[in-house]
Nanobody, 122 residues
């Protein structure tokens, strides 16, 4: 089992920045990939970004490329999502997830955090 705990959400004005953190514990070696997803009210959960623990190649949704950066601290088993130039349409609950390979598909991730709310005001 892998336990994930997100933090860092909040309320920010458009154009502002936030950094989300996701601390992983448990059998983290069983999960090679850490991803971030988000879900806005009335919408399906969507892929935001993913990173492989053992390599530095990140993957992003087109909607966040150039604005969001995923990074990790292997020693702390923590993954971050730096979000810059935030827009009102970025408002959602953000979830981190752990899986075995990089994919944008929600169902392919095995473990999920409880989510953290990000609200961007216009």
């Amino acid at each position: 089992q892998v336990q994930l705990a997100e933090s860092g959400g909040g309320l920010v004005q458009a154009g502002g920045s936030l950094r989300l953190s996701c601390a992983a514990s448990g059998r983290t070696l069983s999960s090679n990939v850490m991803g971030w997803f988000r879900q806005a009210p009335g919408k399906e959960r969507e892929f935001v970004a993913a990173s492989i623990w053992s390599a530095g190649t990140p993957f992003y949704a087109d909607s966040v490329k150039g604005r969001f950066t995923i990074s990790r601290d292997n020693a702390k088993s923590t993954v971050y999502l730096q979000m810059n130039s935030l827009k009102p349409e970025d408002t959602a609950v953000y979830y981190c997830a752990a899986g075995r390979w990089v994919t944008t598909e929600v169902k392919q991730y095995d473990y999920w955090g409880q989510g953290t709310q990000v609200t961007v005001s216009s």
